[in-house]
């Protein structure tokens, strides 16, 4: 239904109070590329752009009052920070109190979300390493809650082989030791807007103008996960989605990149490689959850086939590496 209709009444009336004094709605797009809630771009009558997340889904509305309390107050944490563009927090109606569903209202960002494989792809991921760098950098007044596990011995479905069963059994020791910092949680290509080329040259792919033509990151989004814990642990997740998006031998360099850009010292050999499988294992054995918004992103070669043969490679590599 759209956001005309009925089941959105609410949820418009609650919009029109948070504009600025004069302003109204003038119309609104869905955005691509989410799956755990329903993403709208609205357009106000003067051309300000808005985004509204809405948690629709009966599993993510009942964690919704969680998730967007803390995106909420992360997006206030991170609003001096010039090096980390994150939207501005409108307003948020948690546990939809006024709302047809929980929501939070924020400002939409210039760029674009960039996941296909071209030209600019090794640039993009040195921006996405010194990125990390940054959020890493971060020293909160008060930590955000300690990260949790999106997997475990007992759930994860393997294709099976020795491969899988050796990588099963390292996530079943005890979590290794580490020094905390501030984390994303769930920063990947899908969650950074880019800006420009590598070449300098504007392919008009963007949402917004306002760039001078550099490849850049003009935004970092998805906030709901923010997380207290190892440094490994986020570079373990980008690290498997580039593994998936551009072939095993992305993810396996991810490191690399992140520590060439400043980033903190990661966990050697076992201790580093728990970390990956934790992240990896979680993708097992398809990585079709995560394949969905991709494919509306425009990366339909994507199959349940390819990402089931780059998770097993990547898998094989991380263990090869570091065990």
């Given at each position: 239904m759209g956001f005309d209709g009925q089941e959105w009444a609410a949820t418009r009336t609650w919009v029109d109070k948070q504009l600025p004094e004069g302003r109204r709605l003038r119309n609104w797009t869905d955005l691509r590329g989410g799956w755990t809630s329903r993403m709208r771009r609205l357009t106000l009558d003067d051309g300000t752009g808005l985004v509204l997340r809405s948690f629709v889904k009966p599993f993510f509305r009942l964690h919704a009052p969680g998730l967007l309390n803390r995106e909420a107050a992360i997006l206030t944490l991170l609003a001096p920070y010039d090096d980390i563009p994150t939207p501005r927090l409108y307003a948020v109606d948690p546990a939809a109190e006024l709302t047809d569903h929980p929501s939070l209202l924020m400002s939409l960002l210039p760029g674009s979300v960039r996941v296909d494989d071209d030209a600019d792809l090794e640039a993009r991921l040195d921006l996405l390493a010194g990125q990390l760098a940054r959020i890493h950098a971060v020293v909160p007044a008060e930590r955000p809650r300690t990260y949790q596990a999106w997997t475990s011995p007992e759930r994860v479905t393997t294709?099976?082989?020795?491969?899988?069963?050796?990588?099963?059994?390292?996530?079943?020791?005890?979590?290794?030791?580490?020094?905390?910092?501030?984390?994303?949680?769930?920063?990947?290509?899908?969650?950074?807007?880019?800006?420009?080329?590598?070449?300098?040259?504007?392919?008009?792919?963007?949402?917004?103008?306002?760039?001078?033509?550099?490849?850049?990151?003009?935004?970092?989004?998805?906030?709901?996960?923010?997380?207290?814990?190892?440094?490994?642990?986020?570079?373990?997740?980008?690290?498997?989605?580039?593994?998936?998006?551009?072939?095993?031998?992305?993810?396996?360099?991810?490191?690399?990149?992140?520590?060439?850009?400043?980033?903190?010292?990661?966990?050697?050999?076992?201790d580093h490689l728990y970390w990956r499988l934790l992240d990896a294992l979680a993708y097992a054995p398809d990585a079709e959850k995560v394949a969905v918004p991709w494919r509306e992103l425009g990366r339909t070669d994507l199959t349940p086939e390819v990402l089931g043969a780059r998770l097993e490679a990547y898998v094989g590599g991380v263990w090869e590496r570091y065990a």
């Open positions: 294709p099976g082989g020795p491969l899988w069963e050796r990588a099963v059994d390292v996530i079943r020791r005890e979590a290794p030791a580490y020094e905390g910092c501030f984390l994303h949680r769930d920063f990947h290509p899908g969650n950074v807007l880019f800006t420009g080329t590598d070449a300098g040259r504007d392919t008009g792919r963007d949402t917004d103008a306002g760039t001078d033509g550099a490849l850049r990151i003009s935004g970092v989004v998805d906030w709901v996960e923010t997380s207290w814990g190892p440094a490994d642990l986020d570079v373990a997740h980008c690290s498997t989605a580039s593994a998936l998006l551009y072939g095993a031998e992305y993810g396996l360099g991810f490191r690399e990149r992140y520590e060439a850009r400043g980033g903190r010292r990661l966990a050697q050999d076992q």
